[in-house]
């Protein structure tokens, strides 16, 4: 077995044989939403720093914490914060989480992030569901060898955020009367928030909100045969003709003013597909 085998098995093994049953459904939290682990019934929790070869989350606004438990009725995986690229993590650090989470037994991956806004219908505070995304200039977590165990080497894009989900999500958001977007994510290294030019670029190549994660989260979960839906929370806007300055702390406050619809969406959609 590769040494990534062999880790990701090593990890996957610790987390089995602390908890009595696994979900079939995992949620990942983004930048300051985290407060939908407030509505889980936790049966286990454990920060990142205690799991073997976990790659440890330092940024604000994300607690790194891996909880199993119950929301509305059934069981789930949530990782309580995310790696990202910029903090300094190879792309497969990135994805190791997600590939722990397929060893035990995950088949669905919902990803929540904040994202700039660059579609001039777009509101901070607005949901979008991710229909696809665009890397622009992230690395792609399954350069090296390929791991047959996990998945193909070619695996095909078409199709990366499960249209079955986005259709479900969409109509929950209809029935609660909750105004979603369906768009184009685009993904970034960061930790820079973007130029005007590349907020214009950007607009330009069809994207309809950028954002620092998700992307390698995707490919890695549709690499290894997972069904992914994810959303993001319009956190500020990318049009800075007349000096508009972005700070992290305003990022996380629209998150946080978000919260509320983007955990009742979630918390439906679980219902109905874990
Ligand atoms: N750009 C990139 N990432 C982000 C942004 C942004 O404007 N807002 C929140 N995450």
């Known amino acids: 077995m590769s040494e990534l085998m062999t880790q990701l098995q090593e990890t996957a093994n610790f987390i089995k044989s602390k908890v009595k049953e696994v979900a079939n459904t995992a949620i990942i939290l983004g930048s300051g939403l985290g407060n939908l682990s407030k509505e889980i019934q936790a049966d286990f929790s454990i920060p990142y720093s205690e799991i073997p070869h976990f790659p440890i989350s330092t940024v604000e606004g994300h607690k790194g914490r891996l909880i199993l438990g119950t929301l509305n009725g059934k069981k789930v995986w949530v990782m309580e914060g995310r790696f990202h690229f910029y903090e300094g993590y190879s792309a ?62 070619f695996p095909d894009m078409s199709e990366p955020y499960a249209s079955s989900f986005i259709e479900k999500a969409k109509q929950i958001a209809a029935s609660n009367s909750i105004k979603v977007h369906e768009g184009v994510y685009v993904g970034v290294t960061g930790p820079t928030f973007e130029t005007r030019a590349e907020y214009r670029l950007i607009k330009n190549v069809g994207g309809d909100v950028v954002g620092m994660s998700t992307v390698q989260e995707t490919i890695a979960a549709v690499h290894c045969g997972m069904k992914v839906f994810a959303m993001s929370v319009v956190t500020d806007l990318g049009i800075r003709e007349d000096l ?31």
């Not at 989480?97 to 037994?105: D, F, H, K, Q």
């Not at 088949?107 to 949901?127: E, F, P, R, T």
């Not at 919260?259 to 439906?268: A, D, G, K, N, Q």
Request: hydrophobic share 50%; proline share 3%.
């Open 244 to 274: 508009n300055v972005i700070t992290h702390e305003e990022v996380l406050a629209a998150a946080h003013a978000a919260e509320p619809l983007l955990t009742l969406l979630f918390s439906e959609l679980v219902k109905e597909i874990a």
């Open 92 to 153: 497969e650090q990135v994805v190791f989480p997600i590939r722990v989470l397929r060893l035990l037994g995950v088949q669905n991956l919902l990803l929540s992030n904040a994202a700039g806004g660059v579609n001039a219908n777009y509101a901070v505070g607005d949901l979008m569901i991710i229909k696809d995304h665009i890397s622009l200039f992230t690395i792609n977590p399954l350069v090296g060898k390929n791991e047959t165990a996990l998945g193909t080497r």
